[in-house]
C-alpha cells in the first residue's frame, strides 16, 4: 500500500527502541534531516517519495534538501566542532564506541529497513552490511591515540614538532549500494579526527541512513554529525561549494566524481574520491576451480544484484577450465533464489531503482545483439504475483565478448559478468589491465611465482589471490586510474584525509 505524505505525523520522533516492523519504521523517520541534533523537515517543506524496488510501494519520503538546509547545517556544524575539537582524542573514540554498541544492538531493525528501502536481500546482504557497519565503528574507535605528530630535527636551537589538527566541517556524499558500510568508512575517522561531518545520502536510500545518524546522535554532541537528504545538484553541490566546508569526502559514479573534484578544485579543498570499477578476475590453469567459481559468485556480489564498484565484471578463465569454469558458475547462480527480498530463503533481491534497471536492461539487450556473444541467463523470475512489477533482472553470464565490446569495458552495475578464454599470461594481463578502472582484481592459482608477478602487475588498489574479501576495517581500500583517489578504511588514511599537518618551531635562544 502506498504511503501518502498526509500520513506523517512530524510531531512525533521515532521511539530508539529497535523496531522490526520496516515500514512502520520507514514511515516514522520519513520527511526529515538530522540538523543540530534534531529530526527536521527541509527548510522548504518538500518531500520524495522511498519506494520499495520488490513492489514499487511508495513506503516512505525522504525530506528534499536544498541550499538552506545545507546552510543550517554547516552553521550547526561550524558551532560543534570546536569543542568537538579540543576534547580528548581518545573520548571522541570512546563515545565512536558507544556508537557502535548502540548501533548493533539495531542491527536487525537496521538490516530489515535497508532491505525495504534498496531491495537486497536480507539474509545475504541487507543484514550482513547492517552487522557490518558496527564494525567500522569499533575499528575507529580505538585509533585516538594516534592522531600525533611527529619531532623534526631541523637545528639543534630549534625545537620543531608537527601536530594533526582536524580540517574542520566535513561533507560526505554517499551512494545507495552500501549505503552503510560506504557511510561508516567516511565518518568514522573523520569524527574521530575531530571533524564535524554532514552526510548527504542517496536519493534512492535516505531512510535507513537517517536511523543510523539518529542512532548516533543518541550518543555524540549535536551538530558534530549530521544528515541531510535530497538530490545531487540540489543538496549535494550546495554542500561541495559551500565556502565553510573544508573537505568532501565522495563515493558513487565517475561523472559525479569529476563534477564534485571541480568544484571542490574552485574552493582548492580536498577531496577523496571512491568511483567505479571493471574489476578483472584472472583463473590459471592449476586453479582450484570449485574455489574459483565460488570467488566469482562472491566477487561478482550476484546476492546484490552486481551492484558493487569491486565487481569481478571481467572474469578471465585459462583455456584449460573454462568449460569447466563456465558450467559451474553457471549451475551455482542458477541455485540462487531470487524473490522476497525480506524472505530469509532469497538469496537475490531487485535492483534499486528504475533508472538502474533501464540502465542495466539497456547493457542486456546490447550484449545479446553483439556477434557471437552468448548471454547465459541463471536463477529465475520470482513466481509471486505480488512481485510482478518488481525490478528484478536475472543474473546474466556472457561468454564469447570481445574485449572492446561496451560489455567489457563499460561498468553495468548489475548482474552482468563476462567471461573471456586466455592460454597467454602476459596477453591476459595486458588484457586485464586495458580499462579506464583500477580498484579491484583477483588472481586464481597455486603457482607462487605467477600469483606474485601478476599482484605486482596488476593495476589496481585492492588485488587478492584465491580469495575475494570485500573491504573491510584496517584494510587501505580505493583505486587508481578513473577508480578514484586517496585511499579509506585505515589509521594512515584517517590521518592523510581528515587532518592537516602543522610546524610549529620554538626557537631555544
Ligand atoms: P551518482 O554518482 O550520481 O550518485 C552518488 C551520490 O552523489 C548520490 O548521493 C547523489 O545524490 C550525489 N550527487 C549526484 N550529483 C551530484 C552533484 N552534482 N553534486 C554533488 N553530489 C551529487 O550515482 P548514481 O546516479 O546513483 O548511479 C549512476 C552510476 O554510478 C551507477 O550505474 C554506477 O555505475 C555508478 N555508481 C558507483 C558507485 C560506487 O560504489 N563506486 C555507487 C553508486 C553508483
Ligand atoms: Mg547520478
Known amino acids: 500500500m502506498n504511503l501518502m505524505v498526509s500520513d506523517l505525523d512530524y510531531g512525533q520522533a521515532p521511539s530508539l527502541e ?12 520519513s520527511g526529515r534531516h538530522l540538523i543540530g541534533g534534531a529530526l527536521v523537515p527541509a527548510a522548504s517543506g518538500e518531500t520524495f517519495e522511498v519506494v520499495y524496488p520488490a ?6 519520503f525522504g525530506a528534499a534538501g536544498d541550499s538552506e538546509d545545507v546552510d543550517r547545517a554547516v552553521q550547526a556544524a561550524v558551532e560543534a566542532q570546536k569543542p568537538w575539537a579540543k576534547m580528548r582524542a581518545r573520548d571522541r573514540g570512546k563515545l565512536l564506541y558507544k556508537c557502535a554498541e548502540a548501533l548493533e544492538e539495531h542491527v536487525e531493525e537496521l538490516g530489515r529497513l535497508i532491505a525495504l528501502e534498496t531491495g537486497k536481500a536480507l539474509r545475504t546482504e541487507s543484514r550482513v552490511e547492517a552487522s557490518i557497519l558496527a564494525d567500522a565503528f569499533y575499528f575507529h574507535a580505538g585509533l585516538g591515540s ?16 608537527t601536530v594533526r589538527e582536524p580540517i574542520g566541517v566535513v561533507g560526505a556524499i554517499i551512494p545507495w549500494n552500501v549505503p552503510l558500510l560506504l557511510m561508516a568508512l567516511k565518518i568514522a575517522p573523520a569524527i574521530l579526527a575531530g571533524n564535524a561531518v554532514i552526510v548527504k545520502s542517496a536519493e534512492e536510500a535516505p531512510l535507513t541512513v537517517l536511523r543510523v545518524c539518529q542512532i548516533m546522535n543518541s550518543v555524540l554532541p549535536a551538530g558534530v554529525f ?9 543538496c549535494g553541490a550546495p554542500l561541495v561549494a559551500h565556502r565553510k566546508v573544508g573537505k568532501v569526502t565522495f563515493t558513487g559514479s565517475v561523472e559525479t566524481g569529476k563534477v564534485v573534484y571541480k568544484t571542490a578544485a574552485d574552493k582548492l579543498i580536498p577531496v577523496t574520491l571512491e568511483l567505479g570499477g571493471k574489476s578483472p578476475m584472472i583463473v590459471f590453469d592449476d586453479a582450484n576451480v570449485d574455489k574459483a567459481v565460488d570467488g566469482a559468485v562472491i566477487g561478482m556480489r550476484f546476492t546484490r544484484q552486481g551492484q558493487s564498484c569491486t565487481a569481478a565484471s571481467r572474469i578471465f578463465v585459462h583455456e584449460k577450465v573454462y568449460d569447466e569454469f563456465v558450467a559451474k558458475l553457471r549451475a551455482k547462480v542458477d541455485a540462487m533464489v531470487m524473490g522476497d527480498p525480506l524472505d530469509e530463503k532469497t538469496d537475490i533481491g531487485t535492483i534499486i531503482s528504475p533508472e538502474q534497471f533501464s540502465k542495466v536492461q539497456g547493457y542486456i539487450e546490447h550484449g545479446r545483439k553483439e556477434p557471437g556473444a552468448k548471454p547465459i541467463e541463471c536463477s529465475a523470475m520470482p513466481s509471486d504475483p505480488k512481485f510482478k512489477d518488481g525490478l528484478f533482472i536475472r543474473p546474466v553470464v556472457f561468454t564469447e565478448v570481445g574485449h572492446d565490446s561496451r560489455l567489457a569495458r563499460e561498468e553495468i552495475f548489475g548482474p552482468v559478468t563476462c567471461i573471456f578464454r586466455w592460454s597467454d599470461r602476459d596477453q591476459v594481463l595486458a588484457a586485464a589491465n586495458d580499462t579506464e578502472y583500477g580498484l579491484a582484481a583477483t588472481v586464481w592459482t597455486n603457482d607462487l611465482k605467477a600469483a ?7 593495476e589496481a ?21 578513473n577508480s578514484g583517489l586517496g585511499k579509506e578504511a585505515t589509521l594512515e588514511s584517517m590521518l592523510e584525509h581528515f587532518t592537516h599537518k602543522k610546524t610549529i618551531i620554538f626557537n631555544r635562544t
Not at 549530521?226 to 540540489?234: A, H, K, T, Y
Request: proline residues 8%; hydrophobic residues 35%.
Open 226 to 234: 549530521q544528515m541531510l537528504s535530497g538530490f545531487g545538484p540540489e
Open 55 to 60: 513492489t514499487g510501494e511508495i513506503i516512505g
Open 18 to 29: 529497535p523496531n522490526l516492523d520496516p515500514y512502520a519504521l520507514a514511515k516514522s523517520l
Open 461 to 481: 588498489g585492492f588485488v587478492q589471490v584465491n580469495q575475494n574479501l570485500v573491504v573491510q576495517p584496517g584494510l587501505s581500500y580505493g583505486g587508481v586510474k
Open 452 to 458: 606474485l608477478s601478476f599482484t605486482e602487475q596488476l
Open 146 to 161: 594516534e592522531l600525533k605528530g611527529e619531532t623534526v630535527p631541523h637545528h639543534p636551537d630549534m625545537l620543531t614538532i
